[in-house]
């Protein structure tokens, strides 16, 4: 799968491949960025759209408290 165009795939299945990234091959969002070839800011954009955060202390997407 070409990871730099992922982004502009349904959010929902982004958000798995991402989270399985993080959990297996990167140690942070800075890394996984770095290996999509993707900008954070845009990635966390995408994600925020249905009602996700990046947690740095999970080192995850997690929902959004309501």
């Known amino acids: 799968?070409?990871?730099t165009s992922?982004?502009?795939?349904d959010p929902?299945?982004?958000l798995g491949?991402?989270?399985d990234k993080l959990r297996h091959e990167c140690g942070n969002l800075q890394s996984?960025?770095?290996l999509m070839d993707v900008d954070e800011d845009r990635?966390?954009?995408?994600?925020?759209?249905i009602g996700?955060?990046?947690d740095v202390?999970?080192?995850q997407f997690s929902p959004d408290l309501e």
Request: glycine share 6%; charged share 15%.
């Open 1 to 3: 799968m070409d990871m």
């Open 6 to 9: 992922c982004v502009n795939m």
């Open 12 to 14: 929902n299945i982004l």
């Open 17 to 19: 491949i991402v989270n």
């Open 32 to 34: 996984l960025a770095a």
């Open 43 to 49: 990635l966390e954009d995408k994600l925020a759209g």
């Open 52 to 54: 996700f955060h990046y």
């Open 57 to 59: 202390g999970q080192n």
